[in-house]
């Protein structure tokens, strides 16, 4: 009797990770655009900070919502990304797909969760490279008041993120 042995690894390159953020920027720069709510200058500035954690490993979620009537506003619209490092199961997709409304004082909040391997070294390290000055926050992301629909999967080799869309 013979037997065999199959074992798989899900690698990915820090080419991978750009292939997916490029994804992540062409819906920050369209939720910017449609919405007015922050520059293309300033989504791309968010953009490049997401691509920089993701390749050091410290990313884990980044959620974007849009409020009306400024910071401490109504949620209307939101998307939350959640990165998957085994994506080799996830069917890539287009940017895009939801339409994000015109709202009064809009303002975008975006709220980055890390893995925990971004710890207080690493943060004091990574800062001055980062274009944002991030900040902790107590924000609520759970989205309990907007419906969720669906999302996509951005994903190249075994690194992607899982994009899930909440609406009113």
């Not at 890390?114 to 800062?127: N, P, Q, V, W």
């Amino acid at each position: 009797m013979s037997t065999s042995t199959y074992s798989a690894t899900n690698t990915y390159t820090s080419a991978d990770i750009e292939n997916v953020l490029r994804r992540f920027t062409a819906d920050i720069v369209m939720i910017a655009q449609a919405t007015g709510s922050i520059t293309e200058a300033k989504a791309r500035e968010y953009a490049a900070d997401v691509e920089l954690l993701a390749k050091k490993g410290y990313l884990a979620t980044v959620d974007l919502t849009l409020l009306s009537g400024g910071s401490s506003g109504i949620e209307k619209q939101a998307v939350k990304y959640t990165v998957n490092t085994t994506a080799g199961d996830l069917t890539s997709s287009r940017p895009g797909g939801i339409m994000w409304p015109k709202v009064n004082d809009p303002h975008l909040r975006i709220v980055l969760h890390y893995s925990s391997s971004y710890t207080e070294t690493a943060r004091a390290a990574l800062k001055p490279k980062l274009n944002i000055s991030w900040s902790p926050t107590d924000a609520d992301t759970t989205h309990r008041f907007l419906t969720e629909s669906s999302g996509r999967d951005y994903a190249s080799n075994a690194w992607g993120m899982q994009r899930k869309d909440y609406g009113a």
